[in-house]
């Protein structure tokens, strides 16, 4: 059994375990401990691992570490299958509608850039860069979105999505394009080639289940797998999105987080600007448009059309939030 495995790797013995999520979650003579397989190859792994402990040595201490196996390596390889192991961080996932949760979280995101600010990957690691690929990138949706769009206007027979997907095309590419626009009226390119030398980076898949509330309120960040060098600025609007949601995109809850973060990590008009230019861009319809149609999951059609709903949602609400945003700028 690759468990049993792998507790010899890392000099622990196995009392019990559980799956949770995409994880094992094992009862150990050395407490409790996260045993995940990863697809992530070994190079990008050590980037990973180098961008933790980096973070680590200047000071933010209350993330997922990997441990270093037996190997010396913060993996091991079982059967051509590649497993991390780290310490159970204790707590409970941050609640968005919980203020004292939401705005704990604002500041150790904060945090995290500031003392990320700097990071080299080591020797033998693949440098994840995300810089100056935001343009190329909604041009490249944009065209997806179009392209689509002909396909299915194309289809004899068209199914409950299609029908519902030909309904807010047009209205998503418009706002697609108007993202791209702001984008290309902000300095991105030049903010990005002075980010780069700084060496600025992001944390990439900052949500609730990703934030860890400890017993004292303490907050703690975890699962690295998405973290890149990119403009904090993506963390921080991806952040707002994901928790304005739940309150039909409230433009004062969004200042209200904008101050906090501001307080440890100073934002700029040119930032604002950036976040507009993702608050506009339609990327929940674009995002269940692709899965549904290149078949990139196993969903039911139930679980699309909820989905769906959600990235309807978006437009409901947010065209009011990105003109009160832009008056912010």
Same mark, same amino acid.
Request: proline letters at 2%.
């Given at each position: 059994?690759?468990?049993?495995?792998?507790?010899?790797?890392?000099?622990?013995?196995i009392?019990?375990y559980?799956?949770?999520r995409a @994880?094992y979650?094992?009862?150990?003579?050395k407490g409790?401990?996260?045993?995940?397989?990863? !697809?992530?190859?070994?190079?990008k792994l050590?980037y990973?691992?180098?961008?933790?402990?980096?973070?680590?040595? =200047?000071?933010?201490?209350?993330?997922?570490?990997?441990?270093?196996?037996?190997n %010396?390596l913060?993996?091991?390889v079982?059967e051509n299958?590649?497993? @991390?192991?780290?310490?159970?961080?204790e707590?409970?996932? #941050?609640?968005?509608?919980?203020?004292?949760?939401?705005?704990?979280?604002?500041m150790?995101?904060?945090?995290?850039?500031?003392? %990320?600010?700097?990071y080299?990957?080591?020797? %033998?690691?693949?440098h994840?860069?995300?810089y100056?690929? +935001?343009?190329? &990138?909604?041009?490249?949706k944009?065209?997806?979105?179009l392209?689509? =769009?002909? *396909?299915?206007?194309?289809?004899? =027979?068209?199914?409950?999505?299609?029908?519902?997907?030909l309904?807010?095309v047009d209205?998503?590419?418009?706002?697609? +394009?108007?993202a791209?626009?702001?984008?290309?009226?902000?300095?991105?390119?030049?903010? #990005?080639?002075?980010?780069?030398?700084?060496?600025w980076? #992001?944390?990439?898949?900052?949500?609730?289940h990703n934030?860890?509330?400890?017993r004292?309120?303490?907050?703690?960040?975890?699962?690295?797998?998405?973290? #890149?060098?990119?403009?904090?600025i993506?963390?921080?609007?991806?952040?707002? /999105?994901?928790? /304005?949601k739940?309150?039909?995109?409230?433009i004062?809850?969004?200042?209200?987080?904008?101050?906090i973060?501001?307080s440890?990590?100073?934002?700029?008009?040119?930032d /604002? $600007?950036?976040?507009?230019?993702?608050f506009?861009?339609?990327?929940?319809?674009?995002?269940i448009?692709?899965?549904?149609?290149e =078949?990139?999951?196993? +969903?039911?059609?139930?679980d699309?059309i909820?989905?769906?709903? !959600?990235?309807?949602i978006f437009?409901?609400?947010? &065209?009011?939030f *990105?003109?009160d945003?832009?008056k $912010?700028?």
């Amino acid at each position: 059994m690759q468990l049993e495995a792998i507790a010899k790797e890392y000099d622990f013995k196995i009392m019990n375990y559980k799956p949770l999520r995409a @994880v094992y979650i094992a009862e150990t003579d050395k407490g409790p401990m996260v045993i995940k397989e990863t !697809d992530r190859d070994p190079n990008k792994l050590l980037y990973i691992h180098g961008m933790k402990e980096y973070l680590y040595e =200047k000071g933010f201490e209350n993330l997922d570490r990997y441990i270093i196996g037996e190997n %010396g390596l913060p993996f091991t390889v079982q059967e051509n299958r590649i497993f @991390v192991v780290e310490k159970v961080i204790e707590g409970r996932e #941050c609640s968005f509608t919980n203020l004292f949760d939401r705005e704990g979280a604002v500041m150790a995101l904060a945090d995290l850039h500031n003392k %990320g600010k700097g990071y080299a990957a080591p020797t %033998g690691a693949f440098h994840r860069d995300n810089y100056g690929r +935001w343009d190329s &990138t909604y041009l490249k949706k944009i065209d997806y979105m179009l392209e689509l =769009k002909d *396909t299915i206007k194309n289809k004899k =027979k068209k199914d409950f999505f299609d029908k519902k997907f030909l309904e807010d095309v047009d209205f998503m590419i418009y706002m697609a +394009w108007q993202a791209y626009e702001t984008l290309k009226s902000s300095n991105y390119q030049n903010i #990005c080639k002075v980010a780069r030398k700084e060496k600025w980076i #992001c944390h990439h898949d900052y949500t609730y289940h990703n934030i860890i509330i400890g017993r004292h309120n303490e907050v703690s960040i975890i699962d690295f797998d998405y973290s #890149c060098h990119e403009l904090p600025i993506y963390d921080l609007a991806s952040y707002i /999105l994901k928790a /304005l949601k739940r309150f039909s995109f409230d433009i004062d809850m969004a200042v209200r987080i904008l101050n906090i973060y501001d307080s440890v990590k100073v934002i700029n008009k040119e930032d /604002l $600007l950036l976040m507009q230019a993702i608050f506009e861009f339609p990327q929940r319809f674009w995002r269940i448009s692709e899965r549904y149609y290149e =078949k990139k999951t196993d +969903w039911s059609d139930d679980d699309f059309i909820d989905k769906y709903e !959600d990235a309807y949602i978006f437009r409901e609400y947010i &065209t009011d939030f *990105t003109r009160d945003f832009r008056k $912010l700028i």
